[in-house]
């Protein structure tokens, strides 16, 4: 079992950068793929971002470029840094991990196991 918990959500202007942070429980984190979703109001989930447990990053088109996953193995954490925030990135951000070392990497949401509880990024225009 592995225990998701984001932070790091708030309001700002677009433009500004915001950085969110995973935090997972459990020893076997390493081998795990995370990924980053996200939710707009009225919209389905989409993928944001993912980093495989083999260190592979993947990017939505939307996103590529301004935003930044990584991980930290030693401290169970996963971050994502947004910079140059658009109000259309305004949604709840959720924090996924599929595993353990899974071959192939997923964009699809129904391919992760855990999830976290989201936080809230509202970009202002």
């Known amino acids: 079992q592995v225990q998701l918990v984001e932070s790091g959500g708030g309001s700002v202007q677009a433009g500004d950068s915001l950085r969110l942070a995973c935090a997972a429980s459990?020893?076997?984190?390493?081998?795990?793929?995370m990924a980053w979703f996200r939710q707009a109001p009225g919209k389905e989930r989409e993928f944001v971002s993912a980093l495989t447990w083999a260190g592979g990053t993947y990017y939505a088109d939307s996103v590529a470029g301004r935003f930044t996953i990584s991980r930290d193995n030693a401290k169970g954490t996963v971050s994502l840094q947004m910079n140059t925030l658009k109000p259309e990135d305004t949604a709840i951000y959720y924090c996924?991990?599929?595993?353990?070392?899974?071959?192939?990497?997923?964009?699809?949401?129904?391919?992760?196991?855990?999830w976290g509880q989201g936080t809230q990024v509202t970009v202002a225009s």
């Open positions: 459990g020893s076997a984190f390493r081998s795990y793929d």
């Open positions: 996924a991990a599929r595993g353990p070392y899974l071959a192939a990497t997923s964009v699809l949401g129904d391919a992760y196991n855990y």
